[in-house]
């Protein structure tokens, strides 16, 4: 690698170095929030990662992220909690491999409904084996995990995700995903193995999320299927993402820091009308930010190179 | 006769699926826009009817009749005001897709939020017709009967309606090729709001007929939803045949499965053959085109 391409690694990890501390010095409240904003910032981030080149709209992160909680819930107090999160991790990249390979032939409206269904489905078969096998539907967490543990790891699985998506990015994979993205047909035609390079890559989204649920169970003394496979979760995660940009790797962060503060407030405050207010939010970004905030950056970025060249040929 | 029970069950059952993919089906065939919020307006108009039978003790079936015109009205002015922008941005038919699903997940939580705003959040229901019907040896309440009755002779009167009528002919002309519709003089947008607006008179009516014999609550929408995605893709998008067929499976899927099966196991089945079908033929049963 060159010099240039040391910039961003290193940017990651400087950023990662300044937040660090921040537990230290945060009340609870703060930290809750940052806690969601890092969660989100993950999810958000390992979601564009897929969807982000190829267009394929995924609503599935609610069913890796609650498959994530539950391994955690169910082995968390069996193993050496440092042994889980690889486990959950295992168990996100098999289940991922399997859907991905039966389901990526299915493109636009048919992908968008399969993973629209599919949280829905494993929620109902975790419900359905709980009070089936387990006696109760709900479960109980008793994990000791500090708030400020849970803020490390999730910055370190930030900072393992933005350079993850950078090294994709920059590989044979990446070129890939992005021809498939722009045309299947013509990427199928000009050697490109489509099935694995879309598999591989909705494999590691996918694990990226099943350890952010693992991460974040032990916030929760309680869970159940509904609040582990919250369906909420992916939309929320989708609307940052666009909100950013998904077509940068760092676009999706700037969607999660702004929405997830909102939403925050929001749920505090109104809470009858939250579902009001996440569905306007969610229409005024589709209307008026179509190509999220990078792409407005772009934008205002031509408009300054544009009017920065006039000046310099002021006769044009 | 247990099982006469179980299938009659599920073929009223599919039969009310089928009619409320049908709307669904009109409106993504036609218009191309894939409307996520679609089972809250079927919720919606439950509650509608619901509220119309407990306060004021009008019927159901009158309650169709309010019911209709005034989706019919909002899914018009819908398409108009929210989706025709859209349609208009969009450069590529994947484009208006993807806009349109993440448009209409909008409006999903603002539909779902006022009627939460509303009802709250708790099941209702209420006794309309809770006769028993001797049929083939089996017990079926009036209303079931009456439900199905209805969805079959609405489901009728549509497609008399689509293929006698010039109207609907025009109709099948922009679901075939909305491209060459207007080299015969047919006005696409026009036509592709009415039928969006129609398919929302089909969920009014779905919505009304279920509320005759189900318990609902405001957050049931994505259910409902779902279902009729299921069937649309099953049966072939666009498809109002594949529709009814893909219907009368899923409902008899249903009801076999929570008979011999586990009642907690019917989505899940529902989905697992929704995904076999998929899987062997990717544009469902009756479908012709890719994608």
């Known amino acids: ?316 | 006769m247990f099982l006469v029970d179980v299938i009659l069950s599920g073929l009223i059952l599919g039969g009310i699926y089928a009619l409320i993919a049908m709307g669904l089906s009109l409106q993504y065939g036609v218009a191309r826009i894939m409307n996520l919020a679609y089972g809250e307006f079927t919720i919606a108009a439950s509650f509608l009817a619901y509220v119309m039978f407990t306060l004021a003790g009008v019927s159901p079936i009158l309650a169709l009749a309010v019911a209709m015109p005034a989706s019919f009205a909002l899914n018009w002015a819908i398409y108009r005001v929210l989706m025709t922008p859209l349609v208009k941005r969009a450069k590529s038919p994947g484009a208006l897709e993807v806009d349109s699903i993440l448009a209409t997940f909008g409006l999903l939580f603002v539909v779902q939020g006022i009627l939460l705003m509303i009802f709250g959040g708790s099941y209702v229901s209420y006794s309309y017709l809770a006769v028993p019907v001797q049929i083939i040896g089996s017990t079926v309440a009036l209303n079931r009967l009456l439900a199905a009755g209805l969805a079959v002779a609405i489901a009728l009167a549509l497609t008399l309606f689509l293929m006698r009528t010039r109207i609907g002919t025009a109709i099948r002309a922009v679901s075939v090729n909305p491209a060459a519709a207007p080299l015969v003089g047919i006005d696409t947008t026009a036509y592709a709001a009415f039928a969006f607006g129609l398919g929302g008179a089909l969920v009014a009516a779905s919505g009304v007929l279920v509320s005759m014999f189900f318990t609902f609550n405001a957050a049931m929408g994505v259910v409902f939803t779902m279902k009729a995605l299921i069937v649309v893709i099953m049966g072939g998008v666009g498809n109002i045949f594949g529709a009814l067929i893909a219907g009368l499976i899923l409902g008899l899927a249903e009801s076999l499965t929570a008979a011999f099966l586990d009642g907690g196991l019917t989505l899940a089945v529902n989905f697992a053959l929704f995904l076999a079908i998929l899987l062997i033929r990717p544009t469902g049963l009756f479908g012709k085109a890719a994608r």
């Open chain 1, 1 to 316: 690698m060159t010099a240039k391409d040391w910039i961003v690694p290193l940017a990651i990890l400087a950023a990662a170095v300044v937040l660090a501390p921040l537990p230290l010095v945060a009340g609870s409240y703060w930290m809750a929030l940052l806690v969601n904003v890092l969660m989100y910032a993950v999810l958000a981030t390992a979601w564009a990662l897929f969807s982000g080149p190829t267009h394929y709209v995924s609503l599935a992160t609610a069913a890796f992220f609650g498959l994530g909680a539950y391994t955690m819930a169910f082995l968390g107090e069996k193993l050496p909690l440092a042994l889980v999160y690889p486990v959950a991790a295992l168990i996100g990249a098999v289940i991922a491999t399997i859907v991905g390979l039966s389901t990526l032939r299915l493109s636009g409206v048919y992908f968008v409904i399969f993973t629209f269904g599919l949280a829905e489905l494993v929620r109902q078969l975790v419900t359905w084996a709980e009070a089936k096998y387990g006696g109760t539907v709900g479960r109980f967490v008793f994990i000791d995990v500090t708030q400020q543990g849970i803020y490390w790891m999730l910055l370190g699985m930030l900072v393992l995700v933005l350079l993850t998506g950078f090294l994709v990015q920059r590989s044979r994979l990446g070129w890939a995903l992005k021809a498939i993205g722009e045309d299947e047909t013509v990427a199928r035609h000009a050697g490109i193995d489509t099935t694995v390079s879309k598999v591989a890559v909705f494999v590691i989204s996918a694990t990226f999320m099943t350890v952010v649920g693992a991460i974040m169970a032990p916030r929760w003394t309680y869970i159940d299927p509904s609040i582990a496979f919250n369906p909420i979760i992916s939309f929320q995660v989708l609307i940052m993402a666009l909100l950013g940009g998904a077509a940068r790797l760092y676009g999706p962060i700037l969607g999660v820091v702004p929405l997830a503060i909102l939403f925050e407030i929001l749920q505090a405050n109104f809470p009858n009308s939250f579902s009001i207010l996440l569905g306007l939010a969610f229409l005024v970004i589709v209307y008026f930010v179509p190509s999220g905030i990078v792409g407005l950056i772009d934008q205002g970025r031509d408009v300054l190179g544009r009017a920065g060249r006039r000046r310099a040929h002021p006769a044009e």
